[in-house]
């Protein structure tokens, strides 16, 4: 169990399109918008946790074509991203943008590799309770779930203090260059395990 929380920890702690752009959130719209994006994204989350932990994941991305499409296109939105969040200058990035609605949390996990990965490794990675499939998904699910509103919750409180605190113009750029830098270490990731499958 102590190292399921680990990798959990460990999934969930290291920045990825979601937890940024919640972060932003909180940045630029605050705690209430903040809250309806959370939900958005934990909608997904679940979403993809059914599809892992049901093997429907599994069917679709074992068709090379499908895997290759989907790859491409959450390549280029999350270089897109990071292009934007790069280039926005002496303002965080997210502030100037739409804000973000339920529906735009579900779809980003929907289409986040990070996500597939994560959950792929939780739920085959380590075995709980190896004759009992329903209590190792139930104490898996309860855990990670936990795990995932702490540090989600912290990201958005982390946005809207980042708004609070007025940070020069030269460190708002340099939080912009660190955000996008996670958004193409996670692309680069996300092609590296692509290309070793």
């Given at each position: 169990m102590l190292s399921f929380i680990t990798v959990c920890i460990?999934?969930?702690?290291?920045?990825?399109?979601?937890?940024?752009?919640?972060?932003?959130?909180?940045?630029?719209?605050?705690?209430?918008?903040?809250?309806?994006?959370?939900?958005?994204?934990?909608?997904?989350?679940?979403?993809?946790?059914?599809?892992?932990?049901?093997?429907?994941?599994?069917?679709?991305?074992?068709?090379?074509?499908?895997?290759?499409?989907?790859?491409?296109?959450?390549?280029?939105?999350?270089?897109?991203?990071?292009?934007?969040?790069?280039?926005?200058?002496?303002?965080?990035?997210?502030i100037h943008m739409s804000a973000p609605t339920l529906s735009t949390g579900v779809i980003l996990q929907i289409l986040n590799p990070k996500a597939y990965a994560a959950h792929t490794t939780f739920f085959s990675g380590f075995v709980l309770y190896p004759d009992n499939f329903l209590a190792e998904v139930l104490v898996k699910l309860v855990v990670m779930n936990l795990l995932w509103f702490s540090f989600h919750f912290t990201w958005l409180l982390a946005g809207v203090k980042l708004n609070e605190l007025n940070l020069s113009a030269h460190r708002q750029k340099q939080i912009n260059i660190v955000m996008a830098t996670c958004l193409i270490f996670v692309v680069l990731i996300s092609l590296q395990s692509l290309l070793n499958q």
């Amino acid at each position: 169990m102590l190292s399921f929380i680990t990798v959990c920890i460990l999934m969930f702690v290291t920045p990825g399109p979601a937890v940024l752009s919640l972060a932003g959130t909180g940045a630029a719209y605050g705690w209430t918008r903040g809250l309806n994006y959370v939900t958005g994204l934990w909608l997904g989350h679940t979403i993809v946790s059914l599809a892992v932990i049901s093997g429907v994941a599994t069917i679709i991305l074992a068709d090379p074509i499908i895997r290759g499409v989907l790859f491409i296109a959450c390549a280029s939105y999350f270089g897109y991203l990071g292009l934007r969040i790069a280039f926005a200058g002496s303002k965080v990035a997210f502030i100037h943008m739409s804000a973000p609605t339920l529906s735009t949390g579900v779809i980003l996990q929907i289409l986040n590799p990070k996500a597939y990965a994560a959950h792929t490794t939780f739920f085959s990675g380590f075995v709980l309770y190896p004759d009992n499939f329903l209590a190792e998904v139930l104490v898996k699910l309860v855990v990670m779930n936990l795990l995932w509103f702490s540090f989600h919750f912290t990201w958005l409180l982390a946005g809207v203090k980042l708004n609070e605190l007025n940070l020069s113009a030269h460190r708002q750029k340099q939080i912009n260059i660190v955000m996008a830098t996670c958004l193409i270490f996670v692309v680069l990731i996300s092609l590296q395990s692509l290309l070793n499958q």
